[in-house]
């Protein structure tokens, strides 16, 4: 039982519970000046250019959803793109409430509808998901070696950020973003240990898919196409970045944007989606961040609103989209087949 409530704490209650108090606590130490900014800012963007992101959004969905055909057709599973494309925008849906939670509802819905069972389309996803790791951590290192410079000076500003409006974002309140990541990321760590060694079916679970990532990494040359395989997962994350980069253009103050800078937001984004549901208070508040560091030298007084906003229109845009796509992917997917034990 207590097993139980503290895996529940640790993937459901608490992340949501960060994104929450991020979001409260970093609008209630706005000043009333930075807030008429900000929303000044939601209603000047320009939102051809969202839309026209969105775009590279559903590029990299479809993408994803043939790359998938390629990783289950060696395995002797022929099935349909739109199947395969409603149980990946099922899976990120699921997501939004239960972080990472997404892979299992992924291989469920392609269950009950394909009839793939629930372990072999699960493979494929541990696998994709190990190869978009490595993907995603090989442009945080050329970000990293890009704005080398930026990127330090930037990390000792987000670790003493107090969410405080100022003219430098250099501030050190009680409430720092290092201090309340330190505490998540204890909490998370400890939790964890405490489930791993006091359970024994636990531990042999994450033994088992570190196993299994390893495996994903060798998998990709197990294909028909690797080729293909590659060329689709380069097609997904070059879409990534295009649908972050084109809502700079929506305000006037981030058109000239530096290409450093968004890539580091970029990452930043990325992260902020892996600490809380569907990065929900993180990720607008660490893009906005960034985008107020590069900035704050032409808009001292307005950089961390005008970022604040950015950050926010680029979130909310994507975090709608998906939701929609994910709720009529919900209606469509059809129910071909029914559960037929318990292993299934």
Known sequence: MLKKYLIKFVKTILPLALGVYLVWHSFSNLSAQDLDTFYDKLREANYFWIVFALLFSVIALFSRAYRWSLALEPIGHQTKFWNRYHAIMIGYLINFTIPRAGEASRAGMLYKSEGVPFGTSFGTIVAERAIDFIVLAGIGLFTAFLAYDDFFILLNEVQTFDFKSTDSLETTGDFSLKSILLFTGGVFL???????????????????????????????????????????????WFAYILMFVFPFFSLEETVDFPFKGCLLGFIAGSLGIILTNGGIGTYPILVGLVVAFYIKGDYPEQALAIGTALGWIIWLSQTVLMIILGLISLALLPNNFEKTDESN
Not at 192 to 208: Q, T
Not at 219 to 231: A, G, H
């Open 190 to 236: 400890i939790s964890g240990l405490i489930i791993f060694f006091k359970y024994k079916k636990f531990r042999i679970k994450v033994i088992e898919f570190v196993k299994n990532v390893f495996a994903g990494l060798i998998s990709i040359f197990k294909v028909k196409s690797p080729s293909k395989y590659i060329l689709h997962t380069l097609i997904i």
